[in-house]
């Protein structure tokens, strides 16, 4: 009964796929309740086997596409992989659709992995040419424009490392928007701390000096103070 229908398996067929197929078969039925393995142990010794034959087959063909300079990409289509496969190795053609998406599939991590160690190696450049620019004499202003600095700019080795204009200008700009960030927070403080500055000056100091002195000459707080003394005597 397993053996009707191998063609159409491959290893990620599943129970609940083929239980449909056989459901009504009497030799299905026959095997219920009977010691010894159940249909679906059988099911699934069906599918190992055929996941490890698989397995090898694949191998067998990544192997020959090594030696004869085989390139297996994203977009190689099928034909393509069943001729040379037709040329080089003995697989079964019922095997051929399954070990094609595999391969694809295994392109596609390949292509995905290589992309992102380009954008990672991509993103260090930009990191070290921001790093340059802050490290510049003279420094950046916060009124720096890149038709200005364009020339010192394109002489760091950062630069030329980076080999994109457009994406280091973007990296200039910010720069220049930090610097100029920075600069309004170093005048935020000045402003802040000239309030206290003045309070603390000797002019102030000097104002209040005088102030305590007028009021000790004044008459009439001299009378309180007499007043209060002579109070507190008695009391």
Do not use: N
Request: charged residues 35%; proline residues 5%; glycine residues 4%.
């Amino acid at each position: 009964l397993l053996a009707e229908h191998s063609a159409q398996f491959t290893p990620t067929t599943t129970w609940t796929e083929f239980y449909p197929q056989i459901k009504g078969d009497a030799r299905y039925l026959a095997m219920l309740g009977q010691p010894g393995s159940s249909p679906l142990d059988l099911f699934w010794d069906q599918i190992e086997l055929l996941s490890d034959e698989l397995y090898h087959e694949r191998k067998r063909l990544e192997s020959a596409m090594r030696e004869h300079g085989f390139g297996m990409q994203t977009d190689t289509p099928i034909d393509a992989v069943r001729a040379f496969a037709s040329g080089h190795c003995d697989l079964p053609a019922s095997h051929l659709d399954y070990i094609y998406e595999q391969l694809v599939i295994k392109a596609r991590r390949r292509q995905d992995e290589e992309d992102e160690r380009r954008q990672r190696h991509r993103r260090r450049q930009l990191e070290d040419f921001k790093y340059a620019l802050y490290k510049l004499e003279p420094a950046l202003a916060p009124e720096s424009t890149w038709d200005e600095e364009k020339a010192r700019i394109g002489r760091l080795p950062e630069f030329k490392a980076v080999g994109d204009e457009a994406a280091c200008r973007e990296v200039f700009d910010l720069a220049v928007e930090r610097q100029r960030e920075r600069a309004q927070q170093r005048l935020r403080k000045r402003r802040d701390s000239e309030p206290r500055k003045r309070s603390r000056s000797p002019v102030a100091a000097a104002a209040g000096t005088d102030k305590r002195s007028r009021r000790s000459d004044d008459p009439d707080d001299a009378a309180d103070s007499s007043e209060l003394e002579e109070g507190e005597m008695v009391g």
